[in-house]
């Protein structure tokens, strides 16, 4: 049975810095693409950052580039999210995402999904 636990949010001053990580089990992290995306009340779900091929293939949203980091632990199947130089409008609930076949930044895409862990930025 495929899960996805997510952990590592919190609240955090803008500037501040997060490690969030998604614990997989029931699938081989080198069989699928995996992504990060998050959710802010009343707004679209938005892709942040996904990753592939055994972690040598990731794609980032424009919003993240140069801020966020994704990687993940293939012996641990676990999936990271480095977030630095952090900003209010980052403040949303992320939710780590699991698909079979290719790589995509759209969310309706993803089979599997994680319940969310709560990353709030304040000014």
């Known amino acids: 049975q495929v899960r996805l636990v997510e952990s590592g949010g919190g609240s955090v001053q803008a500037g501040g810095s997060l490690r969030l990580s998604c614990a997989a089990s029931?699938?081989?992290?080198?069989?699928?693409?995996m992504g990060w995306f998050r959710q802010a009340p009343g707004k679209e779900r938005e892709a942040v950052a996904t990753?592939?091929?055994?972690?040598?293939?990731?794609d980032y949203a424009a919003s993240v580039k140069g801020r966020f980091t994704i990687s993940q632990d293939n012996v641990k199947n676990t999936m990271y999210l480095q977030m630095t130089s952090l900003k209010p409008e980052d403040t949303a609930l992320y939710y780590c995402?699991?698909?079979?076949?290719?790589?995509?930044?759209?969310?309706?895409?993803?089979?599997?999904w994680g319940q969310g862990t709560q990353v709030t930025v304040s000014s």
């Open positions: 029931g699938f081989r992290f080198s069989s699928n693409c």
């Open positions: 990753i592939y091929d055994g972690g040598l293939v990731t």
């Open positions: 995402a699991a698909k079979a076949f290719g790589c995509s930044l759209e969310y309706r895409s993803y089979i599997y």
